[in-house]
């Protein structure tokens, strides 16, 4: 197959869809792998190393795509990019469509295959290739939350483990999957009170185990939420419904019952955000306020350490890669039900309910497609 890795282009993404040892494993089972030239600057890869690792190195993103059969990425198509996608094209990436609609239906217009990272699913329902960012995701958050609680950034002022004599931060973690368990370890080793909610008791039982002192957990409803950030310094969003927007868990007027200076972390803003008045904010500029309250809102967090995520994405990714393209994205989706569970939109069709619900679109039956 002819496999095209462009640089990527959303605002501060420094990740890289496949690493030089990708491109080795591609190459061993002769497929082709066009690299955009510097896709790789940001994570540390050279065009020399994907030269070395048998690439061929081209010069634009143009080129790239009209190569390519299947594209690999890391974000989901900007603007710029939507006129290089063609009928022709399986792209393998995050798209996280129902947060947008005017991408759903770019890609529906583009007659391409989008085969979605974050619904490509197992049997036991997680998430294979979103939980490696997820881990990062969750702990930046609490590196993140940690700076804009500074007094210079307008935040309380408070320290997360506070010192002898003082008492801690109280950090509430809504949401207790992949990104809320490593928020919730990150901001205990500091020395914060942890509160985490969730709805699922069984995972509350599992967290309850494995969870240091510091951290306990809450049955997530609205009665407990508004209880908990009123006395919360740090609140971390980490909710997700597979593939379908995000509940408002917090909402405008419950601003009003949070002191002055206290941080929002919604992390599931990629999925739309569980935070009523959370938007899409970018590593330039990441915060906003509202009603004395910080929003932090990025939908790339992974992307401001590309060294670390990169390496952890394509970890995941690559051994999917290498089924769509040894058997072709037919084939493989019949195959392997994970990656079935991936597709979200085929030739124009959406086939993923999540994305057909979020916008109103008829859904047409994947094994339409496969036969
Ligand atoms: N902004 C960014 O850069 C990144 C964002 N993400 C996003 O973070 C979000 C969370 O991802 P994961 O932790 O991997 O998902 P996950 O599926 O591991 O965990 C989600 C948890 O939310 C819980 N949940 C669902 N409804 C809830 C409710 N009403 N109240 C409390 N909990 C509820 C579920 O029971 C589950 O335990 C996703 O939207 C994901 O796309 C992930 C990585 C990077
Ligand atoms: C999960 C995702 O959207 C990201 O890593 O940017
Ligand atoms: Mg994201």
Redesign the pocket.
Known sequence: MLIGVPKEIKANENRVAVTPAGVAEFRKRNHEVYVQASAGEGSGFSDEEYRNAGATILPTIEEVYAKAEMIIK??EPIEQEYGLIKSHHLLFT?F?FASSETLTRAMIDSKSVCLAY?TVEKADRSLPL?IP??EV?GRMAIQQGAKYLEKQFKGRGVLLGGVPGVKPANVLILGGGIVGTHAAFMAAGLGAHVTIMDISLPRLRYLAEIMPRNVQTVMSNEYNIREAIKVSDLIVGAVLIPGAKAPHLITRDMLKLMRPGTVLVDVAV?QGGCIETCKPTTHENPTYIIDDIIHYCV?????AVPYTSTVALTNATLPYAIQLADKGWKQACKDNNELKLGLNVIKGDVVYKGVADAFGLPLVDVNTHLS
């Open positions: 890391v974000k995050y996280h974050e979103l960012m997820s995701a990629d939908a790339n967090m992974p992307g």
